[in-house]
């Protein structure tokens, strides 16, 4: 399932993480698909990296989730940038569950993925199931899905190997909804909605970032506990 939430985080909240991102946003490096630096947010011992930044986007988004939310201990399981490269390849459809079934077992894990910018189709937006989108009040009911069966594919461009299976693609395409975000609205979904993005077939990156908050019990590795980074 997922929603749309507009507005959650501000003008000066993105400015100052584009700032801080600067050195990914002008990087020459063609050769990535994805420019994701997933230790932008680090909570690497003496060594943290951006918490403050990461506090500010988790007050503005928790603000608006908390009460739809059943999480008992909240953690922030990971934190994000996805800044997809200009003429970078579509993310083919695929269930987060697929990738994350071994470190998340009863299945907790719930994105929040923001547009830093105005995301259309030609920059790179979501693709999503039109018939899985709910309200904002309904989001609380997440991960009731069920796993849709992968298959691996080897040195797939795109980023993820595991994909849905390609008998199961049309009956997908033909519910699939584009979603074109404003800067500073997110779509929110959960581990089993099956999900892609299109190729940016602009002349710059396209700017987002995802922030993904789980339950912390039978948690091995997580990013940082809500509690303590409200504390820092």
Known sequence: MWAISEDIL??????EILDRANYLISSNDREKHVFVDKDFFSNNGDEPRNLD??????????????????YHEPVIDHAVLLFKEPGGVKTEWHQDRAYWATRDE???IF???IALEDITEERGALNLI???EVSMSEIG???????????LIEDKKGGFPLLIEGGLIPKIESDKEVVNLKCGSAVLFDSFEPHMSRENSSNT???AMKIAYSEREDKDYFLISVSDLENK
């Not at 930044?53 to 059943?70: M, Q, R, T």
């Not at 009911?141 to 298959?151: Q, S, T, V, Y």
């Open 130 to 132: 039109k018939s899985n």
């Open 205 to 207: 990156p396209r700017l």
């Open 53 to 70: 930044i990461l506090n500010n986007i988790h007050k503005a988004v928790w603000s608006k989730i908390s009460e739809s939310f059943p």
């Open 10 to 15: 501000s003008d000066e909240l993105i400015n």
């Open 141 to 151: 009911n997440f991960n009731n899905g069920k796993l849709i069966d992968h298959e």
């Open 106 to 108: 009863n299945a907790s």
């Open 111 to 113: 994105s929040v993925w």
